[in-house]
């Protein structure tokens, strides 16, 4: 025995030296072959999925899918081609693909080959391929090498879906489209767009901007992307530039161009980057609707910008639109907030506890209104005309009237007289002819709002 156990000890430490100095190659057992490189255990790893609607930016043409391979068998000491071969998947459109040339280099036995799927023919529809190892093509130089992982599937798509957040910027982009969210995603170079609705102003004329070009230069294509046109503050550092359409038609009829009348007018009459073109065509007729549309918007606005805290004069700077003579009889106004909204009660012969316009022109009528605003126009002027003049006051925020704060007591009062004068001299010429009368006497609350003062 103890012959044996020598013998055996000698046989093993011969095969020990044997192996180390000519060590076969081996990898592992079985054929020769390649196949894709993923656990059996998690079947999805044997496919992939990719949404170009996931990458907007940059339009790519294509997405990059990688794909692992391994080989099984001896390890080769030459480099070796690996041809994959695309398959169509059942109830799917094949994707289109291309397989870049796959060499598995000598020595080695896993490799990384990334796939370039092109964008779909279509959005809204899911494609698929299936990869298989090609054994059989005249140019592979190794098969298949395990049945259960010879084949893996990419699917593609560009199917869009409404962001969660849109009711966020509703109002800076309107409804939303697939078309509408590619083309905000490239104008402002962010996928996530609606995100941040504080910049929403911002990619709204960003986008308004882009459209306008696009038509320009393409004055046959169709019109498909309606993005609102806003009523942006004066004070904003956005604002829409002048219209390429705009002429010297335009400015006859709604002024030289201000990018805060613009915007007011579109946004009271839900103008978009659509209808704006059939809305402002430069033609006399239409012009001359724009111009008594824009009349109602004009006194709307300086309503607004009134509750808001401006002075009636401050209010009628953003927008200004002229007045035509013969459209005049045609011109709808809204009521003036500050003179139809606020408590009108200083008895007669009584001491003003505060300014009430009631004090200087009367009870408020929508005929007496309309005669102030004609009366003033022809005796001064579209250049002359001025609300401010008429109405030099501001909400003080304490349930009544105050003096326009740009303005001395004194010479707000004095523009009151000076219109009160001008309204009763031109109404004096026909009374019988009105269905209103205006105060013959002005009374002013003093500075100390304790006494009076009169005309």
Same mark, same amino acid.
């Given at each position: 025995?103890?012959?044996v ?35 059996d ?11 170009f ?8 043409? #294509? ?31 094949q ?30 529809? =899911? ?19 395990v ?24 109002? #800076?982009?309107?409804?939303? &489209? ?34 306008? &070009? ?5 004055p ?41 009348? #613009? ?7 839900n ?16 012009? =001359? ?72 022109y ?12 004609k ?24 349930g ?44 002013f ?11």
């Open positions: 025995m103890k012959k156990y020598t013998l055996l000890a000698l046989a093993a430490a011969l095969c020990a030296t044997s192996c180390n100095e000519n060590e076969v190659p081996f990898y592992a057992a079985g054929s020769d072959g390649i196949y894709f490189n993923y656990e255990e998690n079947q999805a790893n044997f496919e992939a999925s990719v949404n609607a996931d990458y907007i930016v940059g339009d790519s043409a #294509f997405l990059s899918v990688p794909v692992k391979l391994k080989t099984l068998g001896y390890l080769a000491d030459h480099d070796r081609r690996v041809v994959l071969k695309e398959n169509p998947v059942e109830s799917y459109q994707a289109t693909i291309e397989i870049p040339e796959i060499i598995m280099p000598a020595g080695e036995t896993e490799l990384d080959v990334v796939i370039k799927v092109l964008r779909p023919a279509e959005i809204n529809t =899911r494609y698929a391929v299936r990869l298989t190892i090609d054994g059989n093509s005249s140019e592979s130089q190794i098969g298949s090498g049945t259960e992982k010879a084949a893996f599937t990419i699917y593609s798509e560009e199917t869009y879906s409404q962001p969660a957040n849109w009711n966020n910027v509703t109002r #800076f982009f309107g409804t939303w &489209t697939p078309e509408k969210h590619i083309f905000l995603a490239r104008v402002t170079g962010n996928d996530q767009y609606t995100s941040d609705a504080s910049m929403g102003e911002s990619y709204n004329v960003a986008a308004v901007d882009s459209i306008r &070009t696009y038509y320009a230069e393409h046959e294509a169709e019109k498909t992307i309606d993005i609102p046109l806003l009523a942006i503050s004066m004070w904003s550092p956005y604002q829409y530039a002048q219209p390429p359409y705009w002429n010297a038609l335009h400015d006859r009829y709604l002024g030289s161009y201000n990018p805060t009348m #613009f915007g007011n007018y579109c946004q009271s009459y103008i978009n980057t659509i209808n704006e073109y059939d809305e402002f065509t430069g033609t006399e007729d239409n012009l =001359r609707e724009v111009n008594k549309k824009a009349v109602y918007a004009m006194t709307s606005y300086i309503n607004q910008q009134f509750q808001m805290g401006s002075s009636v004069s401050n209010a009628s700077t953003g927008f200004r639109v002229p007045f035509l003579d013969e459209l005049f009889d045609e011109y709808q106004f809204a009521e003036p907030y500050w003179w139809v909204n606020f408590p009108t009660n200083t008895p007669a012969g009584g001491t003003p506890t505060g300014i009430y316009i009631d004090d200087y009367g009870t408020y009528s929508e005929s007496k209104y309309r005669f102030m605003l009366t003033m126009l022809a005796v001064r002027g579209n250049d002359g005309f001025s609300w401010g003049d008429m109405f030099p006051v501001c909400d003080n925020f304490m009544g009237l105050g003096w326009d704060y740009m303005l001395m007591p004194a010479d707000a009062q004095q523009l009151i007289r000076t219109c009160h004068e001008m309204f009763l001299s031109e109404y004096d010429k026909n009374p019988d002819a009105y269905d209103f009368t205006f105060p013959r006497t002005l009374v609350p003093d500075d100390s709002g304790s006494g009076k003062d009169k005309k």
